[in-house]
């Protein structure tokens, strides 16, 4: 899920600091949502959240003003991109796709089941909705919460880039980050659908998994669990 260079206008788009706590309610009431949360693009990203030009992906989320650990950064709110703009796609439907649209849907599609993603299919789609923007980071600032919801887990200050952690939340088949340039100390140098088997990031992120990854964890274990029970002695005996 790496990032598209759009064509936007970033500088014109900045908005003003703001200094917001919402940590202390993940859930708030929808009558205060629009004092929390931004509109147009920034629908489900709260307001001290902006988009701007990123040196290493072309286009980035960044804070503009500090944001204290625990606060929700992301809601899947009503009326929101994924309700009114994004397509419910099957796999059979991609046999179909432009090439564009293939395209986009490998960026910015995510997958929630064996056979079903949830993706914009335009570039427009895409600038309809600032978070597909959020960019990966083998040690982010943020996590999701649950489906709907994405919480800082660090205390993020005014001018940080914004991050997530991919393999919490995507695991689509065709894409993956040959060369990750997050520049961390535990950076994974590439980033793959299958990085939800390792134990240490099972570990790392427990409980912070959106539910079809979960699935996917809860059977790599059994399936290697039920490999090693069934392992026999290969040995040759002498009689």
Known sequence: M??????????????????????QDPDPDINLESNIFGSGPYHNIIQSIKLDKSGTHGSGLYAVAD????????????NGPAELIYKHINIDDTKSFTPNEMMIFIKY???ISQTEFVSPLTQEEVDMDYSNYWNHSCEPNCLPKDEDTWVAISDIKKGDEVTIDYVTFDN????CIDVCECNTISCRKKITNTDYKLKYLQEKYKNHFLP???????TFKSENKENKENQTDSCVKIA
């Not at 689509?172 to 894409?175: A, G, H, K």
């Open 212 to 218: 079809y990854i979960s699935k996917l964890i809860a």
């Open 2 to 23: 790496t990032t598209i260079k759009a064509n936007i206008d970033l500088d014109s788009d900045m908005g003003s600091d703001c200094d917001l706590d919402v940590d």
């Open 109 to 111: 599609g995510y997958q």
């Open 172 to 175: 689509n088949p065709w894409e």
């Open 67 to 78: 944001i204290k650990a625990n606060t929700v950064v992301w809601k899947n709110r009503q």
